[in-house]
C-alpha cells in the first residue's frame, strides 16, 4: 500500500507539483481510482455478465431459473459489488490513518449488510413467484411464511449493524434481548402469532387463496384473496375487504366451502309448508288422473294413497331424474315435524353446478315446478293470512 502511494507521489513531483499539495492529492488519486474500479468491476457485471447468465437460463427447460436471475435479483446482486471492494481497497489510500480507515470499514460492512439484507427481500419474493406458479404450492399461504423470514433476516442485520457501531460481539447483544424477552415478545405478539397460525393453516391445509370462507365474528363472507404475516384478507360478495388475524382462523371457528368446490355438488335443502288441513286420502279418480298424467307410478295407484305421501314420491323421482342434479350424490325428499305454519316437506340434493348464479337458478326451477303441481295432488302451501285476505272472504260472503 505503502508502495503505490509513493508511486503515485514520486508521479506528481515530477509532474511538477508543490509538495505540500502532493500527499493530499496522492490520496484524492487512489480514491478516485477505487471509485473508479468499483464502478468499472458493477458495469462489467451488469452489462456482460448478468447478460450471459439471462441467455444462459432461458435456454434451459426450467422456469425457476429465469426467476432467479431476473432483473430485479441481479441488480440487487450488483449492489454488493462495490462495498466489497471499498473495503479492500481503501487501505491503499488510508494505511496511515488507521482510526479513518476503521469508520470507513465499519462503514462498507453496514452498508454491505444493508445491500445483502435486500438480495435476500428479492430473492425471498423471487421464491413466492416461483411456488405461486407451482401446481402443488400454489394454494398454500406461503406469504406469511416468507415475511417472517423477511423480519428475522431484518432482525439478525440490525443486531449485526448496532455490534458494528459500538464495537461489541454481537452475542453480546442477544444476550441483552434475551433478558428484555417479554417486551420484544409484547412487541412482535402479532408477527409471533401469524408465523404461528400460517404454519398450521399450511400444514392442516385449512386455509388457501381463493378459498370461500364464512366467519360471523368478523364479518367476513367471501373469498380469501392474500394471507399474510398478520392478515388474512377477504373480499365478501358485497365487495367490501374484510381483515382477519391468522391465528384467529385457528382459534376460532370459521367455515370454508372449498369441499363444496371440489365435491362437484352444491347442496339444495329447502322446505315446502304444505297447509296440514289440505292432507287427505286421494279418491280412485284423483288417482287415475294423476297417473294418466305419469304423475303417480303403477305401484302407488292402490288405494288408500295420501296426497302428501303421493307428493313426497313425485318430487323424489323428479328430482332423480332432473338434468342438472348431481346424480351421485345423496338426494332425498322428507317430511319434517310439522309446526304452527304448515307440514315442513324438504328437498335435499346437490346441483351439478357449483356457481352460485346457476345453482340459484336450478334451485328455483325445482321449487317452481314443485309449487304448481301442488293443486294436482289437492295441496296448496300455507300462507299466513292478511287484512286483505279477510277482507276479500269478506266479500265473497256478501
Sequence with gaps: MEDLNTLVAQWLAEAGWNESYITLTTKAIIILGILLVAFAVTVVFRRLIVPALQKISARTKATWDDYLFSDRVMHCTARLIPP???????RAAFYDMPLLLDVLHKGCIIYLIVVFLQL??????????????????????????????KLLAVCVGVILIVSILIGRDATTILAGLGASAAIIMLIF??????LVAGVQLSANDMLRPGDWITMTKYGADGYVTE???????????????????????????????????????????????????????????ELAALSKKQMVEAGDAAEPVVNLYAL????????????????????MVRALQPTPEGIPIEVYCFTRDTNWVAYEAVQGAVFDHLLAVLPEFGLRCYQRSSDRDADIETDSKQ
Design 84 to 90: 466489497i471492494i471499498w473495503y479492500a481497497l481503501l
Design 120 to 149: 435476500v427481500a428479492a430473492f425471498l419474493d423471487t421464491l413466492y413467484d416461483i411456488s405461486s406458479r407451482h401446481e402443488t404450492l400454489r394454494n398454500r399461504p406461503l406469504k406469511g411464511v416468507y415475511q417472517m423470514i
Design 189 to 194: 405478539r402479532d408477527s409471533i402469532l401469524g
Design 227 to 285: 394471507v399474510t404475516l398478520t392478515t388474512v384478507k377477504v373480499q365478501n360478495f358485497d365487495k367490501t375487504i374484510t381483515t382477519i388475524p391468522p391465528y384467529a382462523l385457528v382459534s376460532d371457528s370459521f367455515q370454508n366451502w372449498r369441499g363444496m368446490w371440489e365435491s362437484g355438488g352444491r347442496r339444495i335443502k329447502r322446505s315446502l309448508l304444505i297447509d296440514a288441513s289440505t292432507v287427505r286420502a286421494l279418491t280412485g279418480e
Design 312 to 331: 313426497r314420491e313425485y318430487a323424489a323421482r323428479y328430482i332423480k331424474h332432473h338434468p342438472e342434479i348431481h346424480p351421485d350424490l345423496m338426494q
